[in-house]
Nanobody, 119 residues
Framework: QVQLVESGGGLVQTGGSLRLSCVAS????????MGWFRQAPGKEREFVAS????????TYAGSVKGRFTISRDNIKNTVSLQMNSLKPEDTAVYSC????????????WGQGTQVTVSS
């Protein structure tokens, strides 16, 4: 089992920045990579960004590319999401997730952290 705990959410004005962190514990060696997802009220959950533990390869959703940066700390088993130039449409509950293999579902999820961007 893998446990994930997010932190760093909050309220910020348009154009501001926030940094989210996700600490993984348990059988983290069994995971291939990590991802961030978000879900706004009344909308489906959507992919934000992902990173692999091994070589740090990253993938971003088009809506956040150039504004958000995902990074990982293999020693601390932590994945972070630096969010800059935030927009009201970035308001959502952000969750981190872990996957065991390159092609496969995200099997482990954190509880989520609220990010609210005021206009």
């Amino acid at each position: 089992q893998v446990q994930l705990v997010e932190s760093g959410g909050g309220l910020v004005q348009t154009g501001g920045s926030l940094r989210l962190s996700c600490v993984a514990s348990g059988r983290t060696s069994s995971t291939y990579g990590m991802g961030w997802f978000r879900q706004a009220p009344g909308k489906e959950r959507e992919f934000v960004a992902s990173i692999t533990w091994s070589d740090g390869s990253t993938t971003y959703a088009g809506s956040v590319k150039g504004r958000f940066t995902i990074s990982r700390d293999n020693i601390k088993n932590t994945v972070s999401l630096q969010m800059n130039s935030l927009k009201p449409e970035d308001t959502a509950v952000y969750s981190c997730a872990a996957k065991a293999v390159r092609v496969g579902p995200y099997s482990y999820w954190g509880q989520g952290t609220q990010v609210t961007v005021s206009s």
